[in-house]
T-cell receptor, first 117, second 113 residues
Framework: AQKITQTQPGMFVQEKEAVTLDCTYDTSDPSYGLFWYKQPSSGEMIFLIYQGSYDQQNATEGRYSLNFQKARKSANLVISASQLGDSAMYFC??????????????FGAGTRLFVKA | DAGVIQSPRHEVTEMGQEVTLRCKPI?????LFWYRQTMMRGLELLIY????????DSGMPEDRFSAKMPNASFSTLKIQPSEPRDSAVYFC???????????FGQGTRLTVV
């Protein structure tokens, strides 16, 4: 069963505008972590932001913020003030069993973001 | 820190040949992961190690795939014999704790012809 769902295969955003990339997940584990990674055309995987299931505040890292809605099991990435360099593939990932040292991290299918000048 | 180092960056081999991919994790990271990325299947976790011990290899597709971690600074992923459907980008990643990010290597692009 698909545990991480990214419903937007591709997204366009105008430079300097904000964009939200959707991610929903499914787990029965009370202790889990959610990650977002960026993969530019060069192929490397770049970590962006992390949210723990017990974190009370939404995570933020510079222009990146994670809109964490635990009851809805969603962890959307918000990129503010988009830049041309933000054009890339974005992956949402979930790690279950964080509280017990678990480490199995699964990735969504990704969303390709295109930033228009 | 040099980050996670993978070698080779590119590998082209003929079907039936043995292929060995190498990874050096970040020093001090106790967890090491091998992922495979394809267009059809996305990013798949193949296996991960904790303190050099394989913890979960349920993602290893077939017996043709094997992974080892003889010490804290080195891991290999071997495919023997290789097949064209093994063509993919193979990533190695390492992490210090469950609640921190995994740092990925640059990946090895494997092409089996």
């Amino acid at each position: 069963a698909q545990k991480i769902t990214q419903t937007q295969p591709g997204m366009f955003v105008q430079e300097k505008e904000a964009v939200t990339l959707d991610c929903t997940y499914d787990t029965s584990d009370p202790s889990y972590g959610l990650f977002w990674y960026k993969q530019p055309s060069s192929g490397e995987m770049i970590f962006l932001i992390y949210q723990g299931s017990y974190d009370q505040q939404n995570a933020t890292e510079g222009r990146y913020s994670l809109n964490f809605q635990k009851a809805r099991k969603s962890a959307n990435l918000v990129i503010s003030a988009s830049q041309l360099g933000d054009s890339a593939m974005y992956f949402c990932a979930m790690r279950e069993g964080v509280g017990t040292g678990g480490f199995k991290t699964i990735f969504g299918a990704g969303t390709r973001l295109f930033v228009k000048a | 820190d040099a980050g996670v180092i993978q070698s080779p960056r590119h590998e082209v081999t003929e079907m039936g040949q043995e292929v060995t991919l190498r990874c050096k994790p970040i020093s001090g990271h106790d967890y090491l992961f091998w992922y495979r990325q394809t267009m059809m299947r996305g990013l798949e976790l193949l296996i991960y190690f904790n303190n050099n011990v394989p913890i979960d290899d349920s993602g290893m597709p077939e017996d043709r795939f094997s992974a080892k971690m003889p010490n804290a600074s080195f891991s290999t992923l071997k495919i023997q014999p290789s097949e064209p459907r093994d063509s993919a980008v193979y990533f190695c990643a390492s992490s210090a704790r469950p609640d921190t990010e995994a740092f990925f290597g640059q990946g090895t692009r494997l092409t089996v012809v």
